[in-house]
C-alpha cells in the first residue's frame, strides 16, 4: 500500500513562488510516474503536471506550461511541484497521485491508483 503526503501548501501572492513536496511511503516510488492535480471549489479534479517513472518526460497543463515544474527524487521518494508566478486562478487544493500500473503518464485521474490527502493553495492578487 502506497501512501502520499503533500507538504508545502498555503498562502502566495500572486508572482510569487511555491514548492509544493509529496513524499511517498510503501510500494515502489521509483517504478510510479507521479502526477500532481488540483480541485477548485465547484470545480472537477483537473490534470496539472506529470513525470515518467524515471523523471525524464514530464507533462503540463496548457494553463501552467512555463510557470510550473515537476520534479521527482526517487532516492527521497518525493515528487515536487515548483510554482513560479502563480496566478490567483492556480488557487486549489492540490494533490500528488502515484499510477502504479504503470510507469508513463496519464492526465485522467481515473489512471492513478494512490493520492495524498491534498494542500491548500491559495493565491492572492
Known amino acids: 500500500q502506497v501512501q502520499l503526503e503533500e507538504f508545502g501548501g498555503g498562502l502566495v501572492q500572486a508572482g510569487g513562488s511555491l514548492r509544493l513536496s509529496c513524499a511517498a511511503s510503501?510500494?515502489?516510488?521509483?517504478?510510479?510516474?507521479m502526477g500532481w492535480f488540483r480541485q477548485a471549489p465547484g470545480k472537477e479534479r483537473e490534470f496539472v503536471a506529470g513525470v515518467t517513472w524515471n523523471g525524464d518526460y514530464a507533462y503540463y497543463a496548457d494553463s501552467v506550461k512555463g510557470r510550473f515544474t515537476i520534479s521527482r527524487d526517487n532516492l527521497k521518494n518525493t515528487v515536487y511541484l515548483q510554482m513560479n508566478s502563480p496566478k490567483p486562478e492556480d488557487t486549489a487544493v492540490y494533490y500528488c497521485a502515484a499510477r502504479s500500473r504503470s510507469s508513463s503518464v496519464s492526465g485522467s485521474a481515473n489512471e492513478y491508483d494512490y493520492w495524498g490527502q491534498g494542500t491548500q493553495v491559495t493565491v492572492s492578487s
Open positions: 510503501g510500494g515502489t516510488f521509483s517504478r510510479y510516474a
